[in-house]
């Protein structure tokens, strides 16, 4: 098995202080107990039929896939939908982001001397070639985040420059961004996994920093500007965090190591979460993304064997809280699940 990007293994050694996190005081805090059949000794299950409508995709690092899900897929269930092979120019792919309007994919490679963004069409199956977006006039060095905001912007960060490239709707090719957010007053110590709020507001999980893990910034910024709010300090109970994602009701959901932390919308400061997702029903042991759907249900890809590394997507209900066994896993040799990443409903 390859290496693990850098940041995501980061994450993974750090999951001995994220489960102390996540477990202290806890009455049920006793070994981990999976709460479905061992994935590889089932049999492959059938999976409803694909809709191109409801399909949960993830970029799978070691597989070298695009894989989509039906949203009601359980069990270790084929995917319906695989993008791979030699003409995907697919390398490590370690960030993934899917624009609602379009259905445009676009992806990142873990890769480090890959600095490209791959664009593939709306509904894209099989050994299929992307457009790039790459060239000397795109200054990306090393990225594990994209998003989409609402106007077809793509949304780059780039851990290494410190920095959150935008580029125009549609680009593609050696096209400039056309802003750049990054500079002391930015905050910006390790930017990765990224999301916006209903008003545009982009909030970005800030790696292991341990002043502003989260940070969020009104919509439109550009510049060495200082964001318009952070999450962070002893209350919030954040560690090391890959990823931040706001659900349909803008609550603010975090993969912390061993647990999931769910705040309320607009919270900011020292502030406790209003929920957290932790123990041993819930089969996580370490999360490094999260996504939601339409209906807030929670999607995380968790790696469920240390140090066998072996993995899984979790889902659970929208209302999910304390130890709580999730209403779907996915997992076994048919998934193609080997270390994946951001679960995005298109």
Do not use: W
């Amino acid at each position: 098995m390859n290496q693990l990007p850098c940041h995501r293994r980061l994450a993974i050694l750090a999951i001995t202080a994220g489960l102390a996190a996540c477990t202290a005081n806890r009455p049920d805090a006793g070994a981990f107990v999976p709460q479905a059949t061992a994935p590889d000794s089932t049999p492959a299950a059938s999976s409803p039929q694909p809709d191109s409508a409801s399909l949960t995709y993830v970029v799978s690092y070691e597989t070298n896939e695009i894989l989509g899900f039906p949203l009601a897929a359980n069990g270790n269930v084929a995917p319906t939908a695989i993008v791979g092979g030699s003409k995907t120019n697919l390398d490590q792919p370690d960030a993934l982001a899917i624009d609602s309007a379009s259905g445009t994919f676009f992806v990142a490679n873990g890769n480090y001397g890959d600095h490209r963004i791959l664009i593939f069409p709306k509904n894209s199956n099989g050994n299929v070639a992307p457009k790039v977006l790459g060239g000397s006039s795109v200054p990306i060095q090393n990225t594990e985040g994209l998003a989409v905001d609402a106007h077809g912007e793509l949304y780059v960060s780039d851990y290494t420059a410190k920095a959150i490239y935008v580029f125009a709707a549609g680009a593609s090719g050696n096209t400039a961004p056309i802003r750049t957010i990054a500079g002391v007053a930015t905050e910006l110590v390790q930017p990765l996994g990224m999301s916006f709020d209903s008003s545009g507001h982009l909030y970005v999980a800030n790696g292991h920093d341990s002043t502003a893990p989260v940070e969020e910034f009104a919509a439109g910024a550009n510049g060495n500007v200082a964001p318009i709010a952070t999450i962070g300090g002893s209350h919030t109970k954040l560690l090391g965090i890959s990823d931040v994602v706001l659900d349909p009701h803008n609550r603010i959901m975090v993969p912390n190591a061993g647990c999931i932390e769910i705040f309320a919308a607009g919270a900011h400061g020292n502030v406790s979460p209003a929920a957290t997702i932790k123990g041993n029903k819930t089969t996580i042991v370490d999360l490094t993304t999260l996504g939601t759907d339409a209906n807030g249900s929670i999607y995380g890809t968790n790696v469920i064997d240390i140090p066998n590394l072996k993995f899984s997507i979790i889902v659970f209900a929208h209302n999910a809280s304390g130890n709580v066994a999730p209403k779907r896993i996915l997992s076994g040799s048919h998934t193609h699940i080997i270390d994946t990443f951001y679960p995005t409903t298109l």
